[in-house]
């Protein structure tokens, strides 16, 4: 491994750590009893603009250069996966709203809800590791990418904790597990270098998905300008730092 590659890995550990210190922060929001939903939405319509620009500007186009054209093939495994694991294994969460987790308080569905987002959550190290392997660059942005829908997802998990009955103690615990499944993801796409070219693209399928598939119809659901509004800020500060720092 050269030095350059070493610090890239070395960067992609540190901020898949930060990465998951969102999922914590999310389930922290809701054990507070004045968590700011306002401020939780703004950062899904940000993430949703900004999470489509870096999968269609950037990742994608890198996978087909590392691939070829079989990288896209890869891309829609990637988006289909996650949407089978979320109509089988956790068919009911939904990103940053507690209000429809009234029907999980039976049962295990708080597991399910958990196995569900931790696919999603792994595939979040995935995506950022594979990033730093090609680029110090897109690394960057992908984590950007992860980082604004991390407090959405912790929010979700702890969320549908505590409409199960389960105490404040076990909301932070899951969104805690979020966060250990994202470095997972890292620690392995680091270890296995030679797989770039499946891990790239499939990172790039599941992006497309939280972002097309998860965090827009939430978008969709705030019937006012400020939040469509969002979802094209969180597109230009892609193309901004697209253009001020991709060389």
Not at 15 to 41: E, H, I, M, T
Not at 126 to 145: D, E, Q, Y
């Amino acid at each position: 491994m050269t030095h350059e590659l070493a610090v890239r890995v070395a960067l992609a550990a540190g901020l898949g750590l930060v990465a998951a210190a969102g999922n914590l922060l999310g389930g922290y929001f809701v054990v507070r009893k004045d968590w700011p939903r306002k401020f939780l939405q703004y950062f899904v319509a940000l993430g949703a603009g900004y999470m489509l620009a870096v999968a269609f500007l950037e990742v994608i186009p890198e996978s087909i250069r590392l691939s070829g054209p079989d990288a896209l093939l890869y891309v829609l495994i990637g988006y289909f996966l996650v949407h089978l694991f979320e109509h089988t294994i956790a068919p009911h969460f939904h990103f940053g709203d507690q209000s429809d987790c009234g029907h999980e308080s039976h049962g295990h569905g708080h597991t399910t809800v958990l196995i569900g987002l931790g696919i999603h959550t792994f595939f979040d190290g995935v995506a950022i590791a594979a990033g730093f392997l090609v680029s110090t660059w897109l690394g960057v942005a992908i984590f950007v990418a992860i980082f604004l829908h991390k407090l959405p997802e912790g929010f979700t998990v702890a969320s549908v904790v505590l409409a199960s009955g389960q105490g404040r103690q076990k909301a932070i615990l899951s969104a805690g597990l979020l966060g250990a499944a994202t470095i997972l993801g890292v620690v392995l796409t680091s270890s296995l270098q030679g797989q770039l070219k499946y891990a790239l693209p499939l990172s790039g399928g599941v992006t497309l998905y939280v972002a097309a598939t998860d965090l827009l119809p939430e978008v969709n659901k705030e019937p006012n300008w400020r939040m469509a509004l969002l979802v094209f800020v969180g597109l230009a500060s892609m193309l901004i730092l697209q253009h001020l720092f991709h060389v």
